[in-house]
């Protein structure tokens, strides 16, 4: 009977180191889910960040680039407003001399 109990306290003992082995396997899985999830989080997080503030330089540089342009345009228009005034003031000397 002692080497039947010996023999049930090793399967006991078998069975409680698999039991360990079990938990100690299923959190280091947990633990991996969780750190896979906080960094596909943390780096979708920054993809956002960084479209966001690339829609900002673009829409930034898109309105200068307007600015510039209208600035440009206005310029070019009284430019022409002067040369046409000036052709017409030499037009009327002309017709009254």
């Known amino acids: 009977m002692a080497e039947h109990k010996t023999t049930q306290q090793a399967v006991r ?17 947990a633990d991996l889910a969780t750190t896979t999830t906080e960094y596909t989080f943390e780096g979708f997080e920054k993809t956002l960040r960084y479209g966001q503030e690339t829609r900002l ?11 510039g342009y209208k600035r440009i345009y206005e310029d070019g228009l009284k430019t022409w407003q002067s ?3 000036g052709v017409n003031e030499i037009m009327t000397r002309a017709t009254q001399n």
């Open 13 to 29: 003992e078998q069975y409680k180191v698999a039991e360990t082995m079990a938990e100690q396997m299923l959190r280091a899985w």
């Open 57 to 67: 330089q673009a829409e930034k540089l898109t309105h200068e680039a307007l600015t």
């Open 83 to 85: 040369y046409l005034q």
